[in-house]
Each structure stands twice: as structure tokens, then as C-alpha cells.
């Protein structure tokens, strides 16, 4: 199976498990007088579309290069994490302010079996996050790991209802508001996760250089390749789901041109071979002083 495959196949699964929680959570959030399962719901409902923005930029960011576009479509990714975060902090602002206009309104006691409720789908969104990032590092894609995060967010917002709930049910009257208060947590709770979707999609645009570890990997496997005598500028920039790498190599001063030029060709075929997530490898040759 291929990293679009594995992508686009644990897309999917957040799509259905986030239809069948969205519509469980509402139904018991009204039955059951909890405000917080409600807001838990909307989350859920903005997922739904999220993930299906993930899944057209998964999709999109796949198509192979073409003329307009020789890098290939990964930019599109973080593009679409944007859109993600943008969801996630709108579902944050409207669950703050209901949450707020609930709190000093006078409202029944949620109801005790609610809280059976909250505990399956928090275990159920705590498996459905580890599967989801799991994939997204499997992928490298920035855009499924937005759509992990959701997921996190979502069996934050149900523990902080859980939390709400126990208290207005344990304390009584006089502390209906606790569910609320809840949901406000949860809200602040989603904004905090918005950003660390956020920073990394920025920083896959600004190509900032936050691949070390594939830096040195890329030098310990072009010290394989006989010919090449060392590595000097490595330079790698995100696209999607592959690493674009601009890359020195040192080679003898003594050989041709046209040997500098295979050797090239060899390092570059190597490189893509040893490391399947390397995209457009350009090397550079050195002539090495000591030759």
C-alpha cells in the first residue's frame, strides 16, 4: 500500500467515525440535558468536513508533476491544514460563546447516563488519534496529522464534559453550570491545538529547516556511494507527503566532467532509493581540494 493509500484509507475512517459520534453526541447531548456533549457535537460536525478537506488535499497534493507545476502539487498540503485550523478555531468560538450564554442560564441537571456515553467515545477518540498520527508519520503528511489532532481535541473536549458532568450530578443543585464551564475549557482546549496544527504547515511553507535527522541520513547513505568523497550544503524543503533536497558533493578534482556528472546521477538514484520519501534530489558537484 502506498503513502497516498495509507493517507487517503485513514481519512476515510475519521470521516465515518466522526458522522456516527457526531449524530450520538447530539442526540444524547439534547436527551440528556448536557450542554458539553452538544458542544462535543458541533466539534465532531466541523470535523466531518475538515477531514473531508484533508481528503481532497491528500488527493490533490498526490498529482504527479506537469509543466505549470514541476515540483509536483505538495504545497496544496499545508494549504489545506490551514483550512483545518480554521474550522477548529470557528468550532472553538461557537462552543465558547454558547458555553457563555448557557452559564447564567438557569437549566436541568444533565442526565446520570450520559456520562456511559462520554466514556466510550473518549476511548474510542483516543484509539481513533493514535491511528491517525500513527498514519501521519508513516505518510509524512502534515495535513492527516491535523486530522490526528483533531481527533486528541475531541477526547479532550468529552473528558472535560465528563469532568463537568460528574460535578453537576455529585454537587446538585446550584451547579448545572459546571457542564458549561466544561465546554469553555474545551473550547480554550481546541484554540491551544489549533495553533501546533498551525505552526508546522507554516513552517512546510516558509521551507523552514526543521529536518535534521534526514540531513544526516542523507549524508551517512551518499558516503556509500564510491566516488563520493564527502557532502558539504544539504538543503531540504517539504512538499506533501516527499522531501525536496538540494545537496553538495564532494568528488575527486582529478575525474572528468562527464565521470563528476555520473557520479551525480548515481548519488541522486541512491539517495531516492535508500530514502523512498525523497522527492527531486539536485546535486551539486565539489571538486575536492586535496586531490
Given at each position: 500500500m502506498t503513502n497516498e493509500q495509507k493517507a487517503i484509507?485513514?481519512?476515510?475512517?475519521?470521516?465515518?467515525?466522526?458522522?456516527?459520534?457526531?449524530?450520538?453526541?447530539?442526540?444524547?447531548?439534547?436527551?440528556?440535558?448536557?450542554?458539553?456533549?452538544?458542544?462535543?457535537a458541533i466539534e465532531s460536525t466541523t470535523d466531518i468536513f475538515a477531514s473531508f478537506l484533508v481528503l481532497f488535499g491528500i488527493k490533490y497534493s498526490n498529482k504527479p508533476a506537469d509543466e505549470n507545476h514541476p515540483y509536483g502539487h505538495g504545497r496544496a498540503e499545508p494549504l489545506i491544514t490551514f483550512l483545518v485550523v480554521g474550522f477548529l478555531i470557528t468550532s472553538a468560538t461557537i462552543i465558547g460563546y454558547e458555553s457563555v450564554a448557557n452559564i447564567g442560564t438557569p437549566h436541568e441537571l444533565p442526565k446520570s447516563w450520559t456520562l456511559y456515553v462520554l466514556g466510550a467515545i473518549i476511548i474510542w477518540k483516543e484509539y481513533s488519534f493514535r491511528l491517525v498520527m500513527k498514519r501521519s508519520k508513516q505518510t509524512n503528511s502534515t495535513s492527516l496529522a491535523a486530522d490526528a489532532w483533531h481527533h486528541r481535541s475531541d477526547a479532550i473536549t468529552s473528558v472535560a464534559a465528563f469532568v463537568g458532568?460528574?460535578?453537576?450530578?455529585?454537587?446538585?443543585?446550584?451547579?448545572?453550570?459546571?457542564?458549561?464551564?466544561?465546554?469553555?475549557?474545551?473550547?480554550?482546549?481546541?484554540?491551544?491545538?489549533?495553533?501546533?496544527?498551525?505552526?508546522p504547515a507554516l513552517g512546510e511553507i516558509m521551507d523552514e529547516n526543521l529536518h535534521e535527522d534526514l540531513v544526516e541520513e542523507i549524508r551517512v547513505k551518499a558516503l556509500l556511494v564510491p566516488g563520493i568523497l564527502g557532502t558539504e550544503k544539504c538543503f531540504i524543503r517539504k512538499a506533501g507527503m516527499k522531501y525536496h533536497v538540494d545537496l553538495h558533493a564532494i568528488v575527486s578534482a582529478k575525474i572528468s566532467v562527464k565521470e563528476g556528472h555520473d557520479l551525480a546521477h548515481l548519488l541522486?538514484?541512491?539517495?531516492?532509493?535508500?530514502?523512498?520519501?525523497?522527492?527531486?534530489?539536485?546535486i551539486h558537484v565539489e571538486p575536492d581540494d586535496y586531490s
Open positions: 484509507k485513514a481519512t476515510y475512517f475519521s470521516i465515518a467515525g466522526n458522522t456516527c459520534l457526531a449524530l450520538i453526541k447530539g442526540l444524547a447531548g439534547f436527551f440528556g440535558n448536557s450542554y458539553a456533549l452538544i458542544a462535543d458532568i460528574t460535578i453537576a450530578l455529585v454537587m446538585g443543585k446550584g451547579y448545572e453550570s459546571a457542564d458549561d464551564w466544561a465546554a469553555l475549557f474545551a473550547a480554550f482546549f481546541i484554540l491551544y491545538n489549533s495553533y501546533k496544527i498551525f505552526r541522486k538514484d541512491t539517495l531516492r532509493k535508500e530514502i523512498p520519501e525523497l522527492g527531486h534530489v539536485l
